[in-house]
């Protein structure tokens, strides 16, 4: 599956390990990542392409808060994922 900004995708690997983030950002071989807590859309936590799982869900990031992406993400954990 192609990874591209807005996809939402599951930590494998490092301490954010099973936990859901949004895309924010793609470079070589690396994506940032946001989940609007702990990892804010100003300052998202790059991470290794080979060390996350993309989710089908590709949610548009354009005017997008912290706060909601919190809430659009706990909604998910909640629900247990994909």
Same mark, same amino acid.
């Given at each position: $599956? #192609?990874? @591209?900004? &807005? $996809?939402?995708? !599951? =930590?494998? =690997?490092?301490?954010?390990?099973?936990?859901?983030?949004?895309?924010?950002?793609?470079?070589? &071989?690396?994506?940032?990542?946001?989940?609007?807590?702990?990892? +804010? /859309?100003?300052? %998202?936590? @790059?991470?290794?392409? @080979?060390?996350?799982? %993309? +989710? @089908?869900?590709?949610?548009? $990031?354009? &005017?997008? +808060?912290?706060? =909601?992406?919190? !809430?659009? /993400? #706990?909604?998910? !954990?909640?629900?247990? &994922?994909?």
């Amino acid at each position: $599956m #192609q990874l @591209r900004v &807005g $996809m939402v995708v !599951c =930590a494998t =690997a490092g301490k954010e390990k099973d936990g859901f983030y949004a895309v924010v950002r793609l470079e070589d &071989g690396y994506v940032w990542l946001a989940d609007g807590k702990h990892r +804010t /859309l100003k300052k %998202p936590k @790059r991470k290794n392409i @080979r060390h996350i799982r %993309p +989710t @089908r869900l590709v949610w548009e $990031m354009e &005017g997008l +808060t912290d706060r =909601a992406l919190r !809430c659009r /993400l #706990q909604v998910l !954990c909640s629900k247990g &994922g994909n």
